[in-house]
Every structure is written in structure tokens, then in C-alpha cells.
């Protein structure tokens, strides 16, 4: 095989690899340049499709978890208590002192922003990514996937429930709790126990095609996030705020991810875990999920201009965890 042909296969290879990325790319270049149908009220019917697409993904999702798998991991209390307290205690504690801190030195942080941190520390931590990372550097897969799984579905009540505790002064998230936690639960919980009840009647169908469930399920966030920056660009944010905002967002972004990391890691090693202990712990500890996150974000904050913004650390989170981790699995794995 020649030197291009080599070149083209491995550029091949990378772009497959990295779909979903260069598509998220795609959809935030889109929106700049062709925002008038992804607004609100746009020939694309974006309060529709997004309600609707919030609905698909949940339920996918539910379809898609293996409980009979699941079960293999339930007897590790220790494990379970550092995943989820990191998860829903330690990640939001450490928002808030960012939140308290960072103003300091970034004098003219945009308040959406500022909210997009705080949401991104009260998301569940991924599934399929913190399982496969997990496998890869012979961790405790049973256990990462049971703990990945147990904060998607605490996440669906959790994670707007610590928005309202935390960010009771943000547009949607400073209205009744009522109303909205029976919004969450028609177009999340509700599709999510769907799939999950209907799991047993197409389990061998569903795991066949995992990659076309996924492939729907992010082309859903790709459409959420797009309308999300059409929103924003009608509105004219990206021209009160620039791209300073988001390079000094990305630099908070790499900070809160170190910061966690060592805190795991030192935590892993205070508790005297094993190591298939340890690597578990980490990968989903550390990781948050944007597919549970942009659909959130959607329904709590709603789809106005600030969307995009408060959208954006986990935007950056999600390539960065994604990258640092992969090259950690691989090392760990050897």
C-alpha cells in the first residue's frame, strides 16, 4: 500500500472515529451560517423536534441498558459510594467554589457561562464511553457499568434538582420545581422506563444495533445543539461575547478536569482500592455526559439565546475527557 493510500485510510479511519465531534463542529458552523431555520419559530419546528428528539434519546437509552449485566456489579459498596458521591456530591461542591473563585480572575465571565459550569458538575457520568475506557485499561467493568447506569437514572432527578438548589436565580431553573420536575419526567423518565420495560421483548435486536441507536441518538444532540447556536446568533451573544469567552472557557474547562482527577486519583488512594477498583472509579468519576446533558440543559433552561452559552463547558469537556482518558486506558491497559 502506498504512502497516500495509508494517509487516506488512517484520515478515514479517524473521521469514523470521530463522528460525532466533527459533527457537532458542523452544526455550530451551520448555525452561523444559516441560523433563520434552527431558531425559534423557524421553518424547522425546533420546539418540536427537540421536545420529541429529548423523548427518543431517553428512550433509546433505556432500551439500550443491560440490566442483566448491570447486576454483576451491585455487591461493591465502597466503589459505589465514591462514584456517586463524586458524581452528585463532590463534582457540584467543587462548581460552587469555582463558581465563588473564578469571577476573580475573569472579571467579565457571562452569567450563562457561569451557569453552564454548575450544570456541567451536576451531570451523571457517561455510560458506554466510561464502561469501554474502563475494559480497555482492565478495570472493573461490571462495576463501571453499574454506577454509570445508577447516575443516569438518579440523573434524571438529581441533576435538576441540584440546578434549582444551585442556580435558583437562572431563568427556568428559578421557577417552581414542580411544573418542571413533571416536564422532566413526561419527556425523560417516563420514555426511559418505557425502554426499559420493553427491553426483554427486543434485547437481541437492540444489541445488534447499538451503532444505529447511537447514530440516532446523536444526531438528535447534534440538532439540539445546532438550534441551540441559531438561537444565540439571532440573538447577536456571540457578538457581545467573542471567541476570548470561549478560549477562556476551554482554559477553566482543562483546570476543572485536572482538578478532579487528582482528587479522585488521591481519594482511590486514601480508600485502599485495587486497581480494577481504581481504574473504575476514575473513568466515571471523571466523565460527564453530553447526551444526557444537552437534552437536560434543553428542558430546564429552555431554548433561548443562553443556551449555547451555558451548552459550551460541556461542549469542551466532553472532547477533552474523551481524548486524555483514551490515551490513560490505552497505557493502563499495557
Known amino acids: 500500500m502506498s504512502r497516500i493510500s495509508k494517509a487516506a485510510s488512517s484520515t478515514g479511519l479517524w473521521i469514523r472515529g470521530n463522528g460525532f465531534l466533527l459533527a457537532l463542529g458542523v452544526a455550530v458552523m451551520a448555525a452561523f451560517a444559516f441560523p433563520d431555520g434552527g431558531a425559534r419559530g423557524g421553518v424547522l419546528n425546533p420546539e418540536w423536534i427537540n421536545n420529541g428528539g429529548i423523548a427518543l434519546i431517553l428512550f433509546l437509552q433505556g432500551l439500550s441498558l443491560a440490566f442483566e449485566k448491570i447486576r454483576e456489579g451491585a455487591g461493591n459498596w465502597r466503589l459505589h459510594l465514591i462514584i456517586q458521591a463524586f458524581t452528585f456530591g463532590v463534582f457540584p461542591i467543587v462548581g460552587l467554589v469555582m463558581d ?31 464502561v469501554v475506557l474502563t475494559a480497555v485499561a482492565r478495570g472493573n467493568t461490571p462495576g463501571a457499568l453499574f454506577n ?4 443516569n437514572i438518579a440523573g434524571v432527578i438529581l441533576t435538576p434538582l441540584l440546578v434549582h438548589l444551585l442556580m435558583t436565580g437562572t431563568g427556568q431553573a428559578s421557577t417552581g420545581f414542580g411544573p418542571l420536575l413533571m416536564k422532566i419526567t413526561l419527556l425523560t423518565l417516563l420514555p426511559f422506563a418505557l425502554g426499559m420495560m420493553m427491553r426483554p421483548l427486543v434485547k437481541n435486536r ?19 445543539v445546532y438550534s441551540a447556536f441559531c438561537d444565540s446568533v439571532k440573538e447577536r451573544v456571540w457578538e457581545k461575547y467573542g471567541a476570548l469567552q470561549t478560549g477562556a472557557t476551554g482554559l477553566v474547562v482543562v483546570l476543572l478536569f485536572a482538578g478532579i482527577s487528582l482528587l479522585v486519583y488521591g481519594v482511590c488512594r486514601m480508600a485502599k482500592l485495587n486497581r480494577e477498583d481504581a481504574i473504575a472509579a476514575y473513568f466515571c468519576s471523571v466523565k460527564k455526559t453530553l447526551a444526557m446533558g444537552v437534552p437536560l440543559a434543553a428542558l430546564i433552561f429552555g431554548t433561548g439565546g443562553d443556551l449555547s452559552l451555558i451548552l459550551l463547558p460541556i461542549m469542551l469537556y466532553h472532547p477533552l475527557q474523551l481524548f486524555v482518558n483514551g490515551v490513560l486506558a490505552n497505557r493502563w491497559g499495557k
Open 100 to 130: 465563588q473563585i473564578v469571577p476573580f480572575f475573569w472579571s467579565g465571565q457571562p452569567q450563562a457561562i457561569r451557569d453552564g459550569f454548575l450544570f456541567l458538575c451536576v451531570l451523571p457520568s457517561t455510560v458506554s464511553t466510561s
Open 148 to 151: 454509570a447506569a445508577l447516575s
Open 206 to 224: 437492540v444489541d445488534a444495533n447499538k451503532k444505529w441507536i447511537t447514530r440516532i441518538s446523536n444526531a438528535v444532540i447534534v440538532f439540539i
